[in-house]
């Protein structure tokens, strides 16, 4: 068994001053200006395309980084330069997480891709779960997903809540339930694609910090997607749905699933935040500092 180490090897060190230099150069002299502004910074998330910071090569190192911290060491640097304009840059990989816990090789393929685009046109990505009446209790979605068998359609209705990037995605990945009885083993995820009727952005947010974060609803009215674009698939999730209705298999969530592979990150943002906060309060001491002393 190889041994469990946190130390950063030689290219997470270099990562680390690469992103570094990043938040040095770009992120922190434009945070104030997106923060007052309370827009998502696209010229911000352009630029950290065009270095190869937001895209699909970056996603799938990360991703497949054994040790896990390529990922957390990224979200580190980015959090420091500023929460918000962080949060802007990191927030479709919610969604990539998404596809990639509950879809097969070829939906990642053909979806995660879509969640960022390219350096030339950059998309985003929206992962959809929490709702007005189930914020962290992920067992009582109301969102229904109804499968048309005619159609080889699902039929999605309800309100999401608090969503990164909702409403302004290109890809919205929406956790819905299939079998409300079932609670949240009932329940499954659901890509929409780009410009599908029915989906809507309702309020945005107006929020006390990471305000360059675009956070609002996202309502689905009779939005209707291809068969395909079932997480998984239709005969995966009839075999799973059978086993726990016959009570022989727990399972897991499929928003449990995307939370559990991201919440390291949410750890390495909450460092961030901490470092920031210190940087900024040794900052100021320095300066009451030299004050006094010209003072006297």
Not at 70 to 85: K, L, P, Q, R, S
Not at 215 to 235: I, S, Y
């Amino acid at each position: 068994m190889a041994e469990f180490s946190l130390a950063l090897n030689d290219d997470q060190l270099q990562l680390k001053d690469w992103v570094h230099q990043f938040a040095v150069d770009t992120i922190r002299p434009a945070a104030h200006e997106w923060d007052e502004k309370e827009e998502f910074p696209w010229p911000v998330v352009q630029e950290a395309a065009k270095i190869g910071l937001y895209g699909l090569d970056f996603i799938m190192n990360a991703m497949a980084d054994p040790s896990g911290l390529t990922m957390v060491v990224a979200i580190e640097e980015m959090f420091w330069g500023d929460a918000g304009i962080g949060m802007a840059i990191m927030g479709s990989g919610l969604a990539a997480a998404g596809i990639a816990g509950n879809g097969t090789p070829e939906q990642m393929m053909e979806w995660v891709p879509q969640c960022y685009g390219t350096p030339d046109d950059v998309k985003l990505g929206a992962f959809c779960v929490s709702e007005p009446d189930a914020g962290s209790d992920v067992s009582n979605l109301r969102t229904r997903a109804i499968y048309d068998e005619a159609n080889d359609e699902w039929v999605l209705n309800g309100t999401k809540a608090w969503i990164t990037n909702g409403g302004i995605a290109n890809v919205h990945v929406v956790v819905a339930a299939v079998d409300p009885e079932l609670k949240g083993r009932g329940q499954a995820s659901f890509v929409i694609p780009p410009g599908t009727k029915g989906l809507s952005q309702g309020q945005k947010y107006l929020k006390h910090g990471i305000r360059a974060s675009h956070t609002a609803e996202v309502v689905l009215d009779n939005v209707r997607v291809p068969g395909r674009c079932l997480l998984g698939g239709k005969e995966k999730l009839d075999a799973k749905l059978a086993r726990y209705r016959e009570g022989t298999s727990s399972g897991k969530q499929p928003a449990m699933a995307t939370f559990e592979a991201t919440r390291p990150a949410v750890g390495a943002q909450a460092l961030a935040l901490h470092a920031q906060r210190m940087s900024t309060h040794l900052t100021m001491q320095k300066s009451v500092t030299r004050s006094a002393s010209r003072s006297s």
